[in-house]
């Protein structure tokens, strides 16, 4: 156990379905991460929250809306899908330690999602 | 971009034997370099890490080498064995929050 966890583990929904992925951490961290891990491809980097604000978008549809409403928890709400967009899902955290910090990210075990 | 490139994409091994991996970053100014291990249904999980002012780390059966002026490095696990078996992903970054990971690596020990 890496001390972060996501609900649900899997999820199939359809192109018409809104649904949100969760992410709790339990390591006192400041900074919360969503990743998109597709086959052959790098991790994805889609969200950073640091002490529950935004601080990155990369450049991600409107379709995938984050919220963090405190440190120990992030969410992910989908709406209006596309096949394109299954893949797994990965939370991660860190504690922000100033611009040269190690920030080491654990992460959680992911959501697998598919998209009817 | 910032990028990392990522080889071999599948490596197969016996058994004991030693395996290498080998990642090259294109941002010069990236200052840490994390190893992160993914088994089947489990999220990465960092085995190793090295910073920009240190040209090797060794831990155990792992050692991770870094090559600033070619910016490339590289992992290596001796005596290899089943339980290695798994995704491994390199990552570099810079002076930000932010980790540019490689494609992974497929690793296959056979017994």
């Known amino acids: 156990e890496t001390g972060v966890t996501q609900t649900p583990r899997h999820l199939v929904m359809g192109m018409t379905n809104k649904k949100s992925l969760k992410c709790e951490q339990h390591l006192g961290h400041n900074a919360m991460y969503w990743y998109k891990q597709s086959a052959k491809k790098p991790l994805e980097l889609m969200f950073v929250?640091?002490?529950?604000?935004?601080?990155e978008n990369n450049s991600v549809p409107s379709r995938f809306s984050p919220e963090c409403p405190n440190s120990s928890h992030l969410f992910l709400h989908l709406h209006t899908l596309q096949p394109e967009d299954s893949a797994l899902y990965l939370c991660?955290?860190?504690?922000?330690?100033?611009?040269?910090?190690?920030?080491?990210?654990?992460f959680g075990p992911g959501t697998r999602l598919t998209v009817l | 971009g910032e990028n990392v490139e990522q080889h071999p994409s599948t490596l197969s091994v016996q058994e004991g034997d030693s395996a290498v991996i080998k990642c090259t970053y294109s941002d010069s100014a990236s200052n840490y370099f994390p190893w992160y291990k993914q088994e089947l249904g489990k999220g990465p999980q960092l085995i190793i890490d090295?910073?920009?002012?240190?040209g090797e780390k060794k831990d155990q059966r792992i050692a991770v080498t870094l090559n600033k002026t070619a910016k490339h490095f590289s992992l290596h696990i001796t005596e290899t064995q089943p339980e290695d078996s798994a995704v491994y992903f390199c990552?570099?970054?810079?002076?930000?929050?932010?980790?540019?990971f490689g494609t992974g690596t497929r690793l296959q020990v056979f017994p």
């Open positions: 990552a570099a970054k810079r002076n930000t929050d932010k980790l540019i």
């Open positions: 991660a955290s860190s504690q922000r330690s100033g611009t040269s910090g190690r920030n080491e990210q654990f």
């Open positions: 929250y640091s002490l529950e604000e935004r601080v």
């Open positions: 090295i910073r920009s002012n240190v």
